[in-house]
Structures are given as structure tokens and as C-alpha cells.
């Protein structure tokens, strides 16, 4: 918290050409990243990424977890058979309410959603999306169909030194406080895995972390590089192994 309020960058380049503010920027960025994650840790996945969790999972997990601690406290065969029985009691529970929840997704799925579309076409026979070349295994295939859908590009030719925009309008507080309001702490964290949430408490404890770190870019007008760049997820079909994926997606 002390160090968040006393928070200083750099000095960034005064007249720079693209290279010295390409340098000066993930610099800057990976230094407080790396205050952040090291002081403030990363909490679990929460109920929106367990949609099929439901209350009785949560009463046979608590089950599971006293039953496992008695068996260290005691170490009684009846108390290794307990906790046996309520492990695989919790782990069927989970494999029936996940089949569950996507039994109903197809239930309600509409014209224009994943499955129902499946289902329109099934009578008919297709090719099966084709396997990226010497992919055998889950983790080739995700990056073959990575590299497919977002193919690497050629390198943007050198940028001559940057001049600052006449009309562009300096950035304020204000500015950047409207901007985090809009954000929903729920949406998907950028490359650097830090949550919305956080920025906007780093935004709150000192406001002048962000302006520093961002008037330089809004003054040349420059987006670098280092912002540029996306996570891929590949989601799993429901059901199915890994390695038949979706399409992937970005964020």
C-alpha cells in the first residue's frame, strides 16, 4: 500500500524516436505488474467460472473436507472407508451436475448458438474439421489453430522520431477515474493477468500511477507494441477430449 502511494516511474523520454518509448513503456509497466502480483495474490476461480456448481456439490465438498481431516486426526480404517466413499460420492456429483448443466444449455439453445446448429445438420454428412499438419497431442492442436486464426505479422517498418500532436488533449484524473468506472471487475484480464478490480484500487490509492504511466502515449499519439498483444483460449467442446476444440477465441 506505502509503495503504491509513493509510486514513481522513470522519467519518460522527453523527444523520443518509437524505440527509447517502446523500451521505456513495458518497463514501466512490468515494474509495477510485479509490485502488484507480488502484494497482492491471486484469489480462486470464482462461482461465474463453475456455473454448474449448485449447493448440494458445496454441502458434499464440506463432507469431504471434514471426513479428510478426521482421517488425519483419528487414522482409523473407518474413518479411510468414510472418506473414501464421500470423495467418490463428491467427484460423481460433480460429473452428474456438469452433465447436467450442458444437458440444459442443449435443451434451450436457440437457432444461432453453438449445439443447435449441430443438431440441425447432423442428418448430414460433413468433413471433419481438419487437424492442423503434425499435431498429435492438445497442446499442438490449440496452437496450431492459434496460429490459424491470429497468424503472426511481418514487422512494421521503423518509426522516425515522434512529435508531439498539436490538438491531442492532455490527459487528466478525471479522465481516467470515468474510464475505470465503466469497467466491470468481471471482465476478462488482459496479457498481464491483473483483474480490472486491481487497477481500479491502484486508481483509488494513487491516481497518479495510470496518468503517468499513460499521458506520454496519448501526447505522441503512440500505441506500442506491447499493448498489441492478446490471450487465446481455446474452449473445449463439452464432452469431448481436448483435442476438438471450438474455434478459438481472443481477449
Not at 20 to 25: E, H, K, R, V
Not at 94 to 105: F, H, L, Q, T, V
Not at 126 to 154: E, M, Y
Not at 215 to 236: I, Q
Amino acid at each position: 500500500m506505502d509503495r503504491l502511494k509513493n509510486w514513481l516511474f522513470p522519467p519518460a523520454p522527453e523527444a523520443p524516436s518509437a524505440n527509447p518509448l517502446n523500451q521505456w513503456f513495458p518497463s514501466a509497466l512490468s515494474a509495477l505488474t510485479t509490485l502488484l502480483e507480488a502484494s497482492a495474490p491471486r484469489s480462486g476461480p470464482s462461482a461465474k467460472f463453475k456455473p454448474w456448481l449448485t449447493p448440494l456439490l458445496t454441502l458434499l465438498q464440506n463432507e469431504l473436507t471434514k471426513a479428510t481431516h478426521k482421517t488425519k486426526k483419528d487414522r482409523t480404517p473407518d474413518a479411510f472407508i468414510t472418506a473414501r466413499q464421500s470423495k467418490l460420492g463428491y467427484f460423481k456429483a460433480i460429473k452428474r451436475a456438469k452433465a447436467n448443466y450442458w444437458a440444459d444449455i442443449l435443451t434451450k439453445a436457440s437457432p444461432n448458438k453453438y449445439w443447435t446448429a449441430k443438431e440441425l445438420v447432423a442428418s448430414i454428412k460433413t468433413s471433419r474439421f481438419p487437424s492442423p499438419p503434425d499435431a498429435s497431442d492438445p497442446v499442438t492442436i490449440h496452437k496450431g489453430l492459434l496460429d490459424h486464426f491470429f497468424p503472426p505479422k511481418n514487422p512494421l517498418p521503423s518509426i522516425g522520431p515522434l512529435i508531439k500532436h498539436p490538438s491531442a488533449v492532455r490527459l487528466c484524473k478525471d479522465e481516467i477515474r470515468l474510464a475505470r468506472t465503466k469497467s466491470s471487475p468481471s471482465w476478462a484480464p488482459g496479457p498481464d493477468g491483473i483483474p480490472y478490480s486491481v487497477w481500479k484500487s491502484v486508481n483509488l490509492i494513487n491516481p497518479t500511477i495510470i496518468l503517468e504511466l499513460l499521458s506520454p502515449l496519448v501526447a505522441f499519439v503512440y500505441h506500442p507494441p506491447s499493448l498489441k498483444t492478446a490471450s487465446g483460449v481455446v474452449p473445449d467442446k463439452p464432452g469431448k477430449a481436448s483435442s476438438t476444440p471450438h474455434p478459438p477465441s481472443a481477449s
